[in-house]
Nanobody, 123 residues
Framework: VQLQASGGGLVRAGDSLRLSCAAS????????MAWFRQVPGKEREFVAV????????HYADSVKGRFSISRDDAKNTVYLQMNGLKPEDTAVYYC?????????????????WGQGTQVTVSS
C-alpha cells in the first residue's frame, strides 16, 4: 500500500484542520493507521492511531480531546480532525500503516509512510 497525506496549511491558533491520508492498493483495511508529527531537529512523535477494525483509537496526551482520528475503508482514507490548534502543533504530519495485530505508538513498528503535510499554527 502507498500513502498520500494532504490537508495541511497555515492557520491561526484555535482554528481547525482536517488531514487526509489516502491509500492505494487493496490492503488498506488490513493496516492499523496512525498519524505522527515531526519538527526539525526532533524525533517523529506519535499523535494518534486507529485499529484496522476501526473500533480502537489512542491519542497522545498532548492532543487528547482536541484531535480525532477516523477511517473510511470504502475510500481507503484515514483522517485526522484537528480542533483548537495551538502553535505547538506546528509540524510536518505523517501518516503511517502497520499490519500488526495490536496498535502501536512506536514509529519503528510502521513500515508504510506517506510523504508528510505541513501544518503551521500562528499565535
Amino acid at each position: 500500500v502507498q500513502l498520500q497525506a494532504s490537508g495541511g496549511g497555515l492557520v491561526r491558533a484555535g482554528d481547525s484542520l482536517r488531514l487526509s491520508c489516502a491509500a492505494s492498493g487493496r490492503a488498506f483495511s488490513m493496516h492499523n493507521m496512525a498519524w505522527f508529527r515531526q519538527v526539525p531537529g526532533k524525533e517523529r512523535e506519535f499523535v494518534a492511531v486507529i485499529k484496522r477494525s476501526g473500533d480502537n483509537t489512542h491519542y497522545a496526551d498532548s492532543v487528547k480531546g482536541r484531535f480525532s482520528i477516523s477511517r473510511d475503508d470504502a475510500k481507503n482514507t484515514v483522517y485526522l480532525q484537528m480542533n483548537g490548534l495551538k502553535p505547538e502543533d506546528t509540524a510536518v504530519y505523517y501518516c503511517g500503516g502497520d499490519r500488526s495485530s495490536r496498535i502501536s505508538i512506536i514509529r519503528y513498528h510502521y513500515d508504510v509512510w506517506g510523504q508528510g503535510t505541513q501544518v503551521t499554527v500562528s499565535s
